[in-house]
């Protein structure tokens, strides 16, 4: 019995062990299935795969990245600026050829009250004191917007530091409004009494007006926008505003015609309702600059005028240690007000000389400037270009060590500075030049005799545009960071104050030219102004290379 225990003792564990054997056979089995439906799954999961796909991670998550990569570049906080100022720029163009028309209309009215009415065929209001009357009262209009709107700068600066860029966008839009409703009723009065409601509710734009939200925009894209990248957008957002004021502009001119000359007022109060109910939903409303330097600007007077502390002369040191100060600041507003001095006045020109020398109504003024402004708003280049790929590593030496494993140590060379000014050198030049191609054309645009002249004079003009946006480019790279919204606050307020100026003067000059029989002549005055814009912005200089700004401390204890 003994001998048969013991011979079934080693039959036990033999069959122990076969077990076992049977059971690590299965489990190899399962694994080997497990891991093949892994693999084959693998497989189908990188057949899109190429030899330039990493092995780790397979570029397999980088479809939703890159869709919503689209997705933020699309719809991110620069493009919503940019439908923005389409969209305001659209709306204050509807009424801007109507108000000429309306003008003409009004003031011819008041000359046939005093004198003996007209009799015969042709259009009665063709006559040169009708002609020098309406070039009169649209300067005074002028004059009286431009005026508000170097008032608002001032009250939308400091809005835009107390609410921020979205409401005080929203506050511009919904005081415009109310500005072109006041004009609704001066359309439906007519004569002089309408002229003067026209002319005395432009205090409106006091709060609200077109100059702030330009300012708010500008603002904005100033702290969404990297350095690198500001001049180009500040030059798509120009080329925007140009045009929806085109589109605006045809839009206004086809209503006046097919509907009556109210018709595009009312729609534009329509419009201004709708653009504040978009500013309050879409306009971004993040700042990059410090809260502390933002809010030390804020208080006092001292940050209601801060705009005007950034056009004076600043210190610098040298590397060697001299200081010395730069009037670059000085000479880049004396030279764009000067710029804007020569060319501000050109549509309004253009449209009083075609209607007073060719005839044309608002359809004919509408396309004119349809065209101008369209060529103007689309030839607006950028300065820079982004490319957005990624790069792939294919190299072991390409990826980073793994969290852990990494050794600190100095570098071997000190990292280079990201460079924030470049391109601001040719934007300067750009600026420049872009006046001369201005003195030139404007030039030739006062040799036109027909009609279709003066289409091609409104196609040459805007080639030289762009210097509005390259100025505010290097206006903003010679301030320091926080000072760059007052930078854009300061340069603006020198195109309004520009603006006032030529509204009148120009105004004047085009009414004495016209009761002579010679409007075209205020043309070359504009030439000549704009040459003189060049020699100034010659005199405008960067810092030199290595110095550094020393009274930015002072400024801010003075703010």
């Not at 906080?77 to 109507?98: D, K, S, Y």
């Not at 309408?194 to 100033?222: E, H, K």
Request: proline share 5%; charged share 15%.
């Amino acid at each position: 019995m003994v001998r048969s225990a013991l011979s079934e003792s080693p039959r036990r564990s033999r069959t122990t062990e076969s077990a076992k054997s049977t059971r690590n056979s299965s489990s190899r089995d399962s694994t080997y299935l497990t891991f093949s439906a892994e693999l084959r799954k693998a497989r189908f999961v990188t057949m899109a795969a190429d030899e330039t796909t990493p092995l780790l991670g397979n570029g397999f998550q980088k479809e939703p990245k890159s869709i919503k990569t689209l997705a933020t570049t699309f719809f991110g906080p620069a493009n919503r600026i940019l439908l923005a100022g389409f969209l305001m720029a659209f709306t204050l163009g509807i009424t801007q050829v109507p108000i000429i028309y309306v003008f003409r209309v009004m003031e011819c009215d008041v000359f046939y009250t005093h004198n003996p009415p007209f009799e015969g065929i042709g259009d009665r209001c063709n006559r040169r004191e009708i002609n020098a009357g309406t070039a009169t009262q649209v300067s005074i209009l002028g004059m009286s917007t431009s005026f508000s709107g170097v008032l608002n700068l001032f009250v939308c600066g400091y809005f835009i530091k107390l609410w921020g860029p979205r409401w005080a966008f929203v506050s511009q839009t919904s005081l415009l409004g109310v500005r072109v409703a006041t004009q609704v009723l001066g359309v439906t009065l007519g004569g002089r009494t309408g002229i003067i409601v026209f002319q005395a509710m432009q205090s409106i734009g006091i709060i609200g007006g077109p100059r702030g939200y330009q300012l708010v925009l500008n603002t904005a894209v100033s702290e969404v926008v990297s350095p690198r990248d500001r001049t180009a957008v500040f030059g798509r957002l120009q080329g925007s505003i140009m045009l929806g004021t085109a589109f605006g502009f045809l839009l206004g001119g086809v209503l006046g015609d097919i509907y009556g000359i109210r018709r595009p007022f009312e729609v534009a109060f329509f419009l201004y309702i709708t653009s504040s109910i978009y500013g309050a939903l879409f306009m971004p409303t993040t700042s990059s600059n410090d809260d502390k330097v933002k809010d030390k600007n804020t208080r006092g007077v001292g940050g209601f005028f801060a705009p005007l502390k950034v056009i004076v002369p600043h210190r610098y040191v040298l590397e060697d240690g001299k200081i010395i100060k730069n009037y670059g600041l000085v000479f880049l507003a004396l030279g764009i007000f000067l710029g804007v001095f020569a060319s501000t006045y050109a549509p309004t020109l253009l449209q009083m000389y075609a209607t007073a020398e060719f005839g044309f109504g608002t359809t004919e003024n509408g396309w004119l400037m349809f065209g101008r402004n369209w060529l103007n708003g689309t030839t607006q280049s950028d300065a820079t270009t982004t490319n957005n790929v990624e790069h792939l590593p294919t190299d072991p030496r390409d990826f980073d060590a793994s969290p852990g494993e990494q050794v600190p140590q100095e570098p071997i060379e000190p990292p280079e500075p990201e460079d924030e000014d470049t391109g601001t050198g040719f934007d300067l030049l750009f600026v420049r030049w872009s006046l001369v191609v201005d003195s030139i054309v404007t030039a030739i645009a006062g040799l036109s005799r027909e009609g279709w002249q003066a289409y091609m004079a409104a196609f040459l003009l805007p080639f030289a545009s762009g210097s509005a946006p390259a100025a505010k480019g290097v206006m903003t790279e010679m301030c320091p960071p926080h000072k760059r919204q007052d930078a854009i606050a300061a340069i603006t307020l020198v195109e309004s104050a520009a603006m006032l100026i030529t509204q009148g003067l120009f105004g004047l000059i085009f009414a004495a030219f016209s009761e002579i029989g010679q409007p075209r002549l205020t043309f070359f005055c504009n030439a000549g102004f704009a040459v003189v814009a060049v020699t100034v912005l010659f005199l405008s200089r960067f810092p030199l290379l290595g110095s550094k700004r020393i009274d930015d401390d002072r400024d801010n204890e003075d703010c």
